[in-house]
């Protein structure tokens, strides 16, 4: 696979990042509509969602102070972290099913960092002009007009910013109460953290760093070429048919002058928004954004000439090869993916909205009452994840004329309450066979039989029958 670098590229090779500022020129075409769209509908979701309700509540909370975590209809607690990891490890599993069939999509259409710096570009092109009105006001000395338009795209910037770290601590305390709380300036010391926090790092991210974060910051590039294989798509230029490069008229001939279809306007470098020269080769600093496609599309068409002297690609398409698309590695991701994806679907649409932990004391290993019945004591802690209340009856079963002591046999929960209920076992020593016997404790709801969770235990006592 090709692997050049541009002059820009070798520049920027250092520890330190280049001081040349970019500055990406809009373009316009069948991947910068896409990638619009993405846009718009990712901003929408994050900035939308906290704002829904479910019930009497927001629809998606995280509510860290009473460990619930709210996602409309469903509540999740800690003990449900399965969940969240099971989400993570089908996420990366999708990210190399991706990379595997075309390469960096991720980065170009959806990652967070592409995603607001193309909001925050948008606001400084329709603030200070597109490319050469950004490079011309630039390079002018302070005075009145640059001091507004610069005042004026920062003003933006930092409300959008600061918009953006309301959200997201929206996200964690409810958005309404959050939006009361900030005009009366009595928000606690963590949320103000979090939205100056947050805010800045947007500002700071989507504003200034930008293709440093995407070249120096994120990991992702430096290992992306361990999941392409010649049968990924890349974007890559037709140096066959693009070289030699050269300018000339419109409607000549670029054979009479022994010059191939580029014709070096460098436009496919001033569109990239990490600056490299994709005519170099596929470099590292490549997100994929197809933003050079778009524009040496519109060339070709002004030209006259044919498309897709930029273009997606293969390895193997470029030597001639045949393609395949079913190759082992993407079935691996498919299959594990569905899999995954099912198993997890399935979980969740049978989770019980009940979880009973049972301790048992283990300060003695059981006593022996008045009566000569062996007792052991336990810590019974029920949570009730569902969002009313239930009555639960508790049973035990596994020794033969086992007796339970508890305050109640018929428990009341409330929606979301946790309770530690103390509880004894009391078994003549006569119906144990051995030392450790392993029991059950059921605890089921009186409303709903499907609402039920059974723990084993163990019951300790005498070594056997006396």
């Known amino acids: 696979m090709a692997n050049r670098k541009s002059v820009k590229t070798d520049q920027a090779d250092t520890l330190i990042a280049s001081d040349t500022k970019i500055y990406p020129r809009a373009v316009h075409g069948l991947f910068a509509m896409w990638r619009s769209i993405g846009v718009l509908i ?17 629809a998606v909370l995280f509510d860290l102070p009473n460990r619930k975590f709210h ?7 800690p003990q449900d972290f399965f969940y969240f990891a099971v989400l993570l490890i089908i996420a990366a599993f999708a990210l190399f099913f991706f990379t595997a069939i075309a390469g960096r999509l991720w980065c170009g259409y959806a990652c967070p960092q592409t995603v607001w710096t193309e909001l925050f570009m948008w606001i400084a092109r329709k ?33 959008l910013a600061a918009y953006t770290g309301f959200t997201f601590v929206g996200y964690f305390t409810p958005i309404d109460e959050l939006a009361s709380r900030i005009i009366e300036l009595s928000l606690g010391p963590w949320e103000w953290f979090w939205i100056i926090f947050y805010s800045f790092a947007t500002w700071g991210n989507a504003g200034f760093m930008r293709e440093q974060v995407c070249i120096y910051m994120c990991p992702y590039a430096r290992f992306q070429s361990v999941m392409f ?6 974007i890559s230029y037709d140096e066959e048919r693009g070289e030699p490069r050269g300018s000339r008229k419109r409607n000549e001939d670029p054979a009479t002058k022994n010059l191939g279809s580029c014709i070096d306007c460098t436009l496919c470098v001033q569109v990239c928004p990490t600056g490299i020269d994709i005519r170099d080769g596929l470099q590292y600093q490549c997100i994929a954004c197809s933003a050079c496609i778009d524009v040496c599309d519109d060339v070709m068409d002004k030209m006259g000439y044919e498309r897709g002297l930029i273009k997606y690609t293969t390895e193997n398409a470029r030597q001639g090869k045949s393609v395949s698309l079913f190759r082992p590695r993407i079935l691996v991701y498919a299959v594990s993916l569905i899999i995954m994806s099912l198993g997890l679907t399935t979980a969740i649409a049978m989770r019980v909205p009940l979880e009973v932990d049972i301790t048992r004391d283990r300060t003695r290993l059981f ?35 086992m007796k339970m002591s508890i305050k109640s046999e018929t428990i009341e929960v409330a929606a979301g309450e946790v309770i530690d209920i103390p509880l004894r076992l009391q078994v003549d020593a006569y119906n144990l066979k051995k030392r450790s016997t392993e029991i059950m404790l059921s605890v089921v709801s009186i409303d709903n039989a499907d609402i039920r969770v059974s723990e084993a235990t163990r019951f300790l006592g005498p070594t056997g029958r006396r």
């Open 71 to 77: 996602i409309f209809g469903l509540t999740f607690w």
């Open 229 to 234: 294989d010649n049968d990924t798509l890349i």
């Open 127 to 159: 603030v200070e002009g597109d490319r050469p009105k950004q490079i011309k006001l630039d390079k002018m000395p302070w005075n009145a007009y640059k001091i507004r338009i610069k005042t004026t795209k920062h003003f933006l910037w930092l409300l």
């Open 367 to 401: 006593n022996e009452t008045d009566t000569g019945l062996i007792e052991n004591t336990y810590s019974l802690q029920i949570i009730n994840k569902d969002e009313s209340i239930h009555q639960y009856h508790i049973t035990a079963t596994g020794i033969d004329g």
């Open 42 to 58: 990712l901003l929408g979701i994050y900035y939308i969602v906290p704002w829904l309700t479910w019930g009497e509540r927001q």
